[in-house]
């Protein structure tokens, strides 16, 4: 007398269509069972994953995983499905969970469908037909992908999701919501101001109670690109509340870190480079006993760089503050105003392809061996310069970042900059300044570089 053998069913569907062609998760139960029954194998358990694409990895099927942990267990002998395209798509998953019936020797069937997995040639075939069912999902998704691209660079909504908070869909395009688009107009003014989402949330919840958006609603505001009107590469997506500058700005403050610890983190983190090896400073605290008793603090800057001993300034946080607010609007004024100088003046002639092809030339003479280091540094150095000046041209845009610049230095910054903690102060240079710079020689600060 022959074993009665242990069956798992596993079923699965992924879309409504699928529901409509008659491969919903009860029609493929019913006729698993029926199979089952007709073929004297015991069920011990149906599993079953409902809306998961067998494109997805394994993680988001817990059906399957279920079923993989009763395998493991040695509860089943075999396994039913109705198609392979119900069991796997994807080849890397499909060989790792055959890896797991095969050391437990366990197989599993299609009922509508000739496949042997107990093969090699019955494997070779079912890998095939995996490629082809991956590559048949890929140009479905490609194609998928296209269409909701062409519709959201029209501006149209490919979400089925509800629209982010003060918007709303009116004929398949997302309009501020006119009852609540003062207080989101409300939070960036405020939070333009002191550069905090924190003290934004508190100063909403106070003055609109109950009205007041969500804490991560707020949080949204200065991560969802779509509140500056972008989606993607479209930048005419919608209407919107902020500028890309502004979005830009309040992102990039928002990235950088906030430590939370017995001292406030350091207001010049990563923006001052060594003079000696390039490396960035970082900040240190040094404890200085008063002839009162008093300790005081000072916090100070050093290089980083802990596998190049060499030499280097040491700079005061304070010295450093007061040298940024002292010379950054007025800096501004003299680059913008060298910007506009340049822009007069009537371009070159764009030698660029020239210069390229001799850069390339001594390259490869170089690495023939046919000239000297030195002289192929200094050539090189030369040549690297006209393509600098050439490239140096001034365009409006660059103008035009400047002077949005300048506006935030502008009226009443320095009380604003001053009612900031460390944190947020260094989010605001950050945004602002790419580098300091200290001179090697008289080790003090001798400039900076803006973002």
Known sequence: MSKILRCAIYIRVSTEEQHLNGLSLPAQRKVLTEYAEANNYTIVGYYADEGISARKPMKYRKG????????KQDKIDMILVTKLDRWFRNIKDYNITEEILQSHHCYWKTIFENYDSSTANGQMVINIMLSVNQAECDRTSERIKAVLDYKRSIGEVVSGRCACYGYKVVNNRLVKDETVSHIINDAYEHYFSCYSIRNTIYYLQDKYGEDAPSVNMVDRLFKNETYAGIDGDNKNYCEPYITPEQFELA??????????GNYPPYIFSSLIKCPVCGNNYTGFRKKHKLKNGD???????????KFYKHSYPIITEHVIEEYMIANVPSRLKEEIACLRAMSTKKPKKDDTFKIQSEIDRLNILFQKGRISEEYYDSQYDTLSEKLRKIHGAVDNNSIEKYERLQHTFSGDWLDIYQSLDNAHKNAFWKSTIKSIEIDPDTHKLKGFNFL
């Open 295 to 305: 300790v005081s603090i000072y916090v100070r800057y050093r290089c980083g760089n």
């Open 251 to 260: 992102r990039e403050i928002t990235r950088s870190k906030i430590r939370h």
């Open 64 to 71: 399957l995983l279920s079923l993989l942990e009763d395998v």
